[in-house]
């Protein structure tokens, strides 16, 4: 497996300091003066012995001061700790990490068919992410096991992200009870006092915007932040269609609902990690229907990344999105233009980074060869950066010849081994899938 993600190149921010502060300025008065509905009665006693300020029975309204003060126990790092110890991540700060795409309820298989998948398919797929190098997790249910019912189905995607890799694995926060099984065999595998100190599996609970969280995800939370494993706080925007339709409102009240989730998480245990989160798309405004991989969803990635930055917290977002139906050139620039907005905006957590295919709705071999081929050329150019280009003097020339004016170049440091290493070269994807499958 590659090293975590460590940054080198320079960031991209479209918005200046005073334009980030007005930002927050507007989520702070959305807390204070408009609320967010916490649809849960433990998290509303919660709040309240927090000190903040309930009203309608749900409606909590917080003071900046009080969110700012809960936020600032977050830690901006932490290790991940995997079943193997060499693949053990550095997180945070100038460390990232590649997540494959979750949730797909169809398969598109070898033979270009769709189809339900099943369990076997989601091993294959775990089998996969572990092979890749570039890949640091096996996620969790990157597609839906079908032949296995719906209450036994989070202990077999477990199982399987456990048993078919040893990197790190995301844990399925589809209910309270879920989460809670979900950690209770982190307890088994690592150990439960292990599960105190180290962060070893990661939790997804998404909002229902505008503003509201419910009590599922809530619930889903708690079990995590009372173990001490990290959850992405993940409000679930449609751009123009929960949010207002331009890009400054659509950001703060996004930045609003995930400050929310993340002082709670600090409320149910001080300290534990947390990570901002988001599912962001856009919609088209003829037919109102999700778009993915387009030009506002990247400025808004790279607006959202200034905001976590001024916090002070790791921030996650979606990686290699698109809406093509198909291996095509459409998922190609799509997926591109995508990845791209994410390394320049310093995404931290780059989840959904292999497989995304006609939106969230399958996941393909022949896309997740892909995606997690095009994770392999991010190092080439974030881990040695502008740190890595040296003006120097090189034997590898035959100097009788080559001209004395032409031996200072400048060139990217090769390996040890010399020139062989010192440029990319691909992967044969259909082999690999095949000796996976």
């Known amino acids: 497996m590659l090293p975590a993600l460590k940054r080198r190149m320079p960031l991209t921010e479209p918005m200046s300091l005073e334009e980030v502060e007005r930002i927050d300025a507007a989520s702070m008065d959305i807390l204070e003066n408009v609320g967010v509905v916490f649809r849960d009665d433990i998290a509303v ?3 309240k012995r927090a000190g903040a300020d309930v009203r309608d ?37 100038e460390h990232a990490i590649f997540v494959p795409m979750t949730g797909a309820p169809y398969l598109r298989d070898l033979n270009d068919e769709r189809r339900n998948p099943l369990l076997e398919d989601l091993a ?15 996620a969790h249910h990157i597609v839906e096991p079908y032949d296995h019912p719906i209450s036994q189905r989070h202990l077999r995607i477990t199982y399987s992200s456990m048993k078919h890799s040893d990197k790190t694995f995301m844990g399925m926060t589809t209910s309270p009870k879920n989460a809670e099984d979900v950690m209770d065999m982190c307890a088994i595998l690592f150990g439960e006092d292990f599960l ?9 609970c998404n909002g229902n915007s505008p503003l509201v969280w419910d009590e599922t995800m809530l619930g889903a939370m708690r079990a995590f932040n009372r173990r001490n494993q990290p959850v992405l706080c993940s409000p679930f925007v449609l751009g123009g269609a929960n949010t207002p339709a331009s890009v400054a409102p659509t950001v703060a009240q996004l930045n609003a609902e995930a400050l929310s989730a993340l002082a709670y998480t600090q409320v149910v245990r001080k300290g534990c990690p947390a990570i901002y989160g988001h599912y962001l798309s856009t919609v088209s405004m003829k037919s109102g229907a999700p ?16 905001m976590a930055r001024f916090y002070g917290v790791p921030w996650r977002s979606s990686n290699t999105l698109g809406g093509a139906k198909t291996l095509d050139a ?3 620039y799509e997926s591109a233009t995508t990845l791209m907005a994410l390394q320049m905006a310093g995404t931290k ?31 080439r150019y974030q881990m040695w950066g502008l740190a890595g280009i040296t003006l120097a003097t090189r034997t590898h020339w035959r100097t009788s010849s080559v001209p004395s004016s032409c031996r200072s170049f400048l060139t990217i440091t090769p390996s040890n081994n010399g020139w062989p290493k010192a440029r990319w070269r691909p992967m044969n994807g259909r082999s690999l899938i095949r000796a996976t499958c």
């Open 45 to 47: 006693e919660d709040w």
């Open 57 to 93: 029975g749900d409606r909590v309204h917080l003071d900046r001061g009080l969110v700012r003060q809960l936020i600032a126990t977050i830690p901006e790092t932490f290790t991940y700790h995997a079943r193997n110890p060499a693949n053990n991540l550095p997180f945070g700060k």
């Open 124 to 138: 294959n797929f775990h089998k996969l992410a572990h092979m890749l190098p570039a890949m640091h997790s096996s």
């Open 196 to 204: 105190e100190e180290h962060p070893v599996c990661t939790g997804n």
């Open 291 to 306: 778009m993915a991989g387009t030009p506002e969803i990247s400025l808004m990635n790279m607006m959202i990344g200034q």
């Open 330 to 332: 459409q998922a190609g």
């Open 349 to 379: 957590y780059m989840w959904q980074s292999a497989g995304w295919t006609k939106a969230p709705w399958r996941s393909a071999w022949q896309r997740a060869f892909a995606g997690m081929t095009s994770m392999r050329l991010s190092p």
